[in-house]
């Protein structure tokens, strides 16, 4: 029977590094042993936490990294015409964003497809209602009120939207007035218009498309005049101007004629010269000095070496007489016909006795008399300087080239120029006329404006990976680099553990002396736990007789 004082030797294999006591607790050096497998296991957990934080972050880098860019499909947008464009992609299961401003966003592969969807079914984001509020209204039960509204609204949209037409308008609002008849004569309402324009790209727009759209808008409304049209650009400044183009005062009226009298000729000059060398083609300046004082004179000039006959006068005087003396005194008998005195008067010849001539010429100095009425505001000088494209020519590489016009073409041009403008030597008139490279400032606007959208999404996607591999390295210094320095300490620290353990710690010995320590242990439990046997054990062997 095998027991604990019976000699036997236990193999390496055999022994548990962990010593316990007769009460199956653990003594202090075998839990020394544990801790390190502890760690171990601990360590393992921690490092693949690391690491799974690590691939979570940077999938999530990369996935937000290669998320596609958005673009707007229509931006300014009422919340009612947004709420119809959400609910059409909503149908459609297309992504989508919504920003500020009545902008929504989709994928930039999606763009036209979503804007023909939308166009296809009807949908108008443009905030402009025509005449279709007719069809989405029951007109049962409306009030005549109602009603007059709704056709003011169609109206203003659809003038809107033929406004909105010209290249040089990005988007236009209308404000309408109807004409309201009363009873009253001094009641009428005429009917007026305010039209806001937000031009594109920048541009300027030309004096005969604002009469044009004063017109449009005229003659779409009843009993609407032209002069009752205002045109106002998105910046305040008044497009449209009814008033007569002559001053009424100096100061600041005196300078909007002088602008006015510049840009009417301007206009003029550059149209004829665009039928010449291109739309675009020609840029023209005009500086007008113009008469500030007002000017009323009253000359008379007289010329001494002529002389001129001003009035004429000739009489002739002759005096006649008879013979004889006067008969008799006057009288009844004297007087009564067929007296004596009549036959003896018939007898008798008359003579003459005297004969005057006389003429009265009256002359009078030449003399001009002048009444010159100067009104300020009168043309005193012009100047006109234009600038004209030139000749593209285009080499084997694809790359133009400008030439300037000839002098030639620079000398008709300048002629045509002096003609349209009305010049006038005497006045000190000047036309200066060159030939340049001319730029389209609308096509640099839009190009500009798509050159810094591309930048945008360019250093977007630059971003991106850039802040990926930036946590990616912190990642790595910060938790990766700590954890795997604390590793290899620890590991270090074990091993010299176990050096200095072998030595003086009986938890480190060899295999064989813990078998032997373990002997040892079981023998002296066993001699506590049975003395008397143990005493009998040790006197045999003491004594084997």
Do not use: C
């Not at 294999?13 to 199956?24: A, C, E, H, S, W």
């Not at 992504?95 to 500020?100: A, I, V």
């Not at 001129?308 to 006057?330: C, F, H, N, W, Y």
Request: charged share 20%.
């Amino acid at each position: 029977m095998a027991d604990g004082l019976t000699p036997h030797t236990q193999t390496a294999n055999q022994m548990n590094p962990t010593l316990v006591d007769p009460g199956n607790h653990e003594i202090g050096q075998g839990a020394t042993i544990q801790v390190p497998q502890v760690l171990a296991k601990y360590r393992r957990i921690m490092l693949f936490t690391a690491a799974s934080l690590m691939l979570a972050g940077f999938v999530s880098l990369v996935l937000w990294s290669s998320e596609k860019p958005y673009r707007s499909v229509y931006a300014g947008m009422a919340e009612k015409d947004a709420a119809s464009v959400v609910e059409l992609l909503q149908k459609e299961h297309i992504p989508y964003r919504l920003e500020g401003g009545g902008t929504v966003m989709v994928p930039e592969d999606q763009v036209y497809q979503v804007r023909l969807k939308l166009a296809g079914q009807g949908v108008t984001p443009s905030g402009n209602t025509g005449f279709e509020i007719f069809d989405q209204s029951n007109e049962f039960g409306l009030s005549d009120f109602t009603r007059k509204i709704n056709l003011q609204r169609a109206l203003q949209g659809e003038l809107a939207r033929t406004i909105e037409v010209m290249p040089q308008v990005h988007t236009a609002r209308i404000h309408l007035v109807l004409a309201k008849e009363s009873a009253f004569a001094e009641r009428d309402r005429k009917a007026t218009a305010s039209v806001m324009l937000q031009l594109a790209g920048g541009q300027r727009l030309p004096k005969k498309t604002v009469v044009a759209i004063q017109n449009l808008v005229a003659a779409s409304i009843p009993n609407l005049d032209q002069s009752s049209v205002s045109v106002v650009d998105a910046s305040g400044t008044l497009l449209s101007s009814n008033e007569k183009e002559a001053p009424m005062s100096e100061g600041q009226t005196m300078q909007e004629y002088q602008g006015k009298l510049e840009q009417r000729m301007e206009q003029r000059i550059s149209g004829m010269l665009e039928q010449i060398v291109g739309e675009g083609q020609a840029v023209v300046r005009v500086s007008a000095d113009i008469n500030r004082e007002f000017v009323d004179q009253n000359n008379t000039r007289y010329n001494p070496d002529e002389q001129v006959l001003r009035s004429r006068k000739s009489s002739t005087e002759q005096r006649t007489s008879t013979s004889g003396a006067a008969l008799g005194v006057p009288g009844l008998a004297s007087n009564t016909p067929g007296a004596n005195g009549t036959a003896n008067n018939a007898g008798t010849q008359p003579k003459d006795l005297a004969k005057r001539t006389e003429d009265v010429n009256n002359f009078e100095i030449s003399s001009t008399q002048e009444h010159r009425v100067i009104p300020f505001g009168s043309i005193q000088k012009l100047s006109v300087a234009t600038i004209v494209g030139g000749h593209y020519k285009t080499d084997d590489k694809g790359e133009q080239t400008f030439t300037a016009r000839s002098k030639e073409e620079i000398a008709d041009i300048q002629k045509l120029i002096e003609r349209a403008m009305g010049f006038d030597e005497d006045r000190g008139d000047t036309v200066s006329v060159q030939s340049m490279p001319l730029i389209d400032i609308a096509s640099v606007v839009d190009s500009e404006a798509l050159t810094a959208s591309e930048n945008r999404v360019f250093y977007m996607q630059v971003a991106r990976y850039s802040l990926a591999a930036l946590a990616l390295l912190l990642l790595a210094w910060f938790v990766l680099r700590p954890l795997a320095t604390r590793i290899q300490e620890s590991a270090a620290n074990d091993d010299e553990q176990n050096k200095a353990g072998s030595a003086n710690n009986p938890n480190h010995l060899t295999n064989e002396a813990m078998s032997r320590l373990a002997n040892m242990e079981q023998v002296k439990h066993s001699i506590h736990q049975e003395p008397d046997r143990a005493n009998k054990v040790f006197r045999e062997w003491v004594d084997p007789a």
